[in-house]
């Protein structure tokens, strides 16, 4: 009886190696053997323990005692495994939520900055009108100004015309208000014409607000007319007829 239980000790031994040291076996495939684990000292322990019952019926009970508790911990092991598992993918399904988020928040950021271009579109597009140019091209060619020291403070549109006709070295908007008078009018100084359009566009504004090429008003004189067209062109924008 002794020699039976002793048997069953060492099944219990090979019955852990095989647990560890095989996969599945699919169809006819051979099993692949791994690195081979040893029981714990506790468990060889136990078993030494076990052997040396002298009753061969505690002995087997004490047996199958053993072969629960070591079913026990492959089982826990398993949990263990499958929880390290579980927390793995968990992390990664906050980072890829993360991911999401991050892409959310530049989407949004995207869609303001594309209302406010919108917005902003708008805007420029209801300056589209003689005055609106003549006022803008003022505004660059005064910022040329300011830069070579010629003015100060606000732009003020009727102070400002004549530095701007006194000084059109001072930049690019600044010659192109000249040159757009000395193409325009050739009755009066430059100066003086650059005020009389100013005066007229000033009076009202003209047409209609226009959502696309600028619209000049038909009812402005013909030097009017002529010196906000240069303008225009000087800016790259298209006149309607």
């Known amino acids: ?21 095989f996969g599945t076996l699919p ?26 019952i002298d009753d061969a019926e505690k002995r087997m009970k004490a047996i199958h005692i053993l072969l629960e508790k070591v079913e026990e911990e492959k089982e826990k092991e398993k949990e263990k495994e499958i929880d390290v598992l579980n927390l793995k993918v968990e992390k990664e399904k906050v980072e890829k939520e993360k991911d999401v988020l991050k892409v959310e928040k530049e989407k949004a950021v995207f869609q303001e900055r594309l209302i406010k271009l919108e917005e902003d579109l708008l805007q420029a597009k209801g300056l589209m009108t003689a005055r609106g140019v003549f006022e803008r091209v003022v505004q660059l060619a005064f910022n040329e100004q300011k830069t070579v020291g010629k003015v100060k403070g606000k732009c003020i549109i009727a102070n400002i015309l004549p530095t701007i006709s006194d000084n059109p070295q001072a930049g690019r908007f600044s010659k192109l208000h000249v ?19 100013w005066t007229q566009l000033s009076q009202q504004v003209h047409d209609f607000l226009w959502s696309g090429d600028v619209k000049i008003g038909s009812d402005l004189p013909e030097v009017t007319r002529c010196i906000a067209e240069e303008l225009c062109k000087g800016m790259g924008l298209e006149v309607l007829p």
């Open 1 to 21: 009886m002794a020699r039976d239980c002793r048997s069953v000790a060492v099944f219990v031994v090979l019955w852990w190696n095989s647990l560890e040291c």
């Open 27 to 52: 169809g006819n495939t051979r099993p692949t053997k791994t690195a081979r684990p040893t029981l714990p000292d506790s468990t060889l322990l136990l078993l030494q323990t076990i052997n040396e």
């Open 179 to 197: 040159s757009s008078a000395k193409r325009c009018d050739s009755t009066q100084s430059v100066k003086d014409a650059l005020q009389s359009v």
